[in-house]
T-cell receptor
Framework: GDSVTQMEGPVTLSEEAFLTINCTYTATGYPSLFWYVQYPGEGLQLLLKATKADDKGSNKGFEATYRKETTSFHLEKGSVQVSDSAVYFCALSRLQGAQKLVFGQGTRLTINP | NAGVTQTPKFQVLKTGQSMTLQCAQDMNHEYMSWYRQDPGMGLRLIHYSVGAGITDQGEVPNGYNVSRSTTEDFPLRLLSAAPSQTSVYFC????????????FGPGTRLTVL
């Protein structure tokens, strides 16, 4: 079945550091890929998405590129801020059927000033 | 727009008690779903619905019932709570496009003693 594997956390960085959170997936066909972010005490909100191979999703300085050849969707940001501290989830969704989101286990990111 | 709302925010139950978690959305979304979030496991789909009167099981449906009598509401029922159901529950909604964004509610933190 479909699955998503994320880089294990927690990850702790200093402000203005470069961030990479790895995400790889297993799925047949061409799923859509997502990064969701969960700030403390809140629900999940969409950070970015990509719907086909080589698409790049971007938002709030974060980027991720849909790489079908490596089945990856790594999240990157050039200079993190304290306000980026949150839990980040990689997920995939199929275009047909249940259209459910299959999530990775989440990566907790803490940014120190 | 209130988006996706959930009540209650917190709940403590004793083993064997029943309760209903409420979820409502005002975006006229056809697709609604319930997830549970457990540490280190990401979010897992419990039940979903593609429209009023239509529901189906997700990945972890045992111990939970749902119904969808209106487009707006999608309650989740625990008939006889068990400690294994201690979790954070999120409701989500979206339109039925496969790559469309799911919008999450703020969550209900449930503890079963």
């Amino acid at each position: 079945g479909d699955s998503v594997t994320q880089m294990e956390g927690p990850v702790t960085l200093s402000e203005e550091a470069f961030l990479t959170i790895n995400c790889t997936y297993t799925a047949t066909g061409y799923p859509s890929l997502f990064w969701y972010v969960q700030y403390p005490g809140e629900g999940l909100q969409l950070l970015l998405k990509a719907t086909k191979a080589d698409d790049k999703g971007s938002n709030k300085g974060f980027e991720a590129t849909y790489r079908k050849e490596t089945t990856s969707f790594h999240l990157e940001k050039g200079s993190v801020q304290v306000s980026d501290s949150a839990v980040y989830f990689c997920a995939l969704s199929r275009l047909q059927g249940a259209q459910k989101l299959v999530f990775g286990q989440g990566t907790r990111l803490t940014i120190n000033p | 727009n209130a988006g996706v709302t959930q009540t209650p925010k917190f709940q403590v139950l004793k083993t064997g008690q029943s309760m209903t978690l409420q979820c409502a959305q005002d975006m006229n979304h056809e697709y609604m779903s319930w997830y549970r979030q457990d540490p280190g496991m990401g979010l897992r789909l419990i039940h979903y619905s593609v429209g009023a009167g239509i529901t189906d099981q997700g990945e972890v449906p045992n111990g939970y019932n749902v119904s969808r009598s209106t487009t707006e509401d999608f309650p989740l029922r625990l008939l006889s709570a068990a400690p294994s159901q201690t979790s954070v529950y999120f409701c989500a909604s979206k339109t039925t496009g496969g790559s469309d964004t799911q919008y999450f509610g703020p969550g209900t933190r449930l503890t079963v003693l």
